[in-house]
């Protein structure tokens, strides 16, 4: 893959895709394009950071270790989202793990370099900020959604936003949805009981297949309509 390639796939959705030529060219001739292992991490719990990432292919997950020594997963990334910002602009530790899930491959933008970018061209420091805000203002929805939205209508809205992605990006051929049980949960502030309940039902009215960790959306429209109810 050549930043040809990246910048096509990172054009079609989410900030960058916003951004003007310029700054594009600059992240680009800037970045380097690493690929991760399955589990493998781009940072750690406590460190510093040391870029800004941007998901090419694949999936990455963020996610927070308890007292308990249980793992709560927070986010899931897509092709064409973006992360670490946080630590670069506030220059405090990382809050967070962030790994591979599978293989992905990741456009990287070093600390030094993104510096050296707002140093340069002081106008490109807002286009960042936006970034920030914009990855803000997804959190904020997910917190109202915990807050309007049923179980089954959290997990309809997300499948149909990772499959969504998925298809806009081509980055599988079925668009099949990697994600166990206990990641739903997670993720979706739910117990096993209940995402298991939503799932069962859900095969039995051929709305979705399931089958070790891998999810097919069958009846889309019955999913939008459910998410819909509430909005």
Not at 40 to 52: Q, S, V
């Amino acid at each position: 893959m050549n930043t040809n390639d990246v910048d096509t796939i990172l054009g079609k959705r989410g900030w960058y895709s916003e951004q003007p030529d310029r700054l594009r060219k600059l992240i680009l001739s800037n970045a380097t394009i690493k690929t991760y292992g399955n589990g493998e991490f781009m940072y750690a719990l406590g460190d510093a950071g040391r870029a800004l990432y941007a998901l090419v292919e694949g999936q990455a997950k963020l996610d927070f270790i308890t007292r308990e020594g249980n793992d709560l997963l927070l986010r899931i990334f897509l092709p064409g989202d973006w992360f670490g910002l946080v630590a670069l602009l506030d220059e405090q530790p990382l809050p967070h793990n962030a790994f591979a899930s599978g293989k992905a491959t990741l456009l990287e933008l070093s600390k030094s370099a993104f510096e050296q970018i707002v140093g340069n061209e002081p106008q490109y420091y807002r286009n960042f900020t936006k970034l920030f805000c914009f990855n803000m203002r997804d959190t904020m929805q997910r917190e109202v959604d915990m807050g309007l939205l049923s179980p089954a209508q959290r997990l309809a809205k997300l499948l149909l936003e990772v499959d969504d992605v998925q298809k806009l990006m081509r980055t599988e051929r079925k668009h099949q949805i990697h994600m166990s049980q206990a990641e739903l949960c997670s993720i979706l502030c739910a117990s096993r009981a209940t995402i298991i309940k939503i799932m069962k039902e859900w095969e039995t009215d051929n709305w979705i297949s399931y089958h070790y960790g891998k999810i097919s959306i069958i009846n889309q429209e019955a999913l939008k309509h459910l998410v819909e109810t509430a909005l």
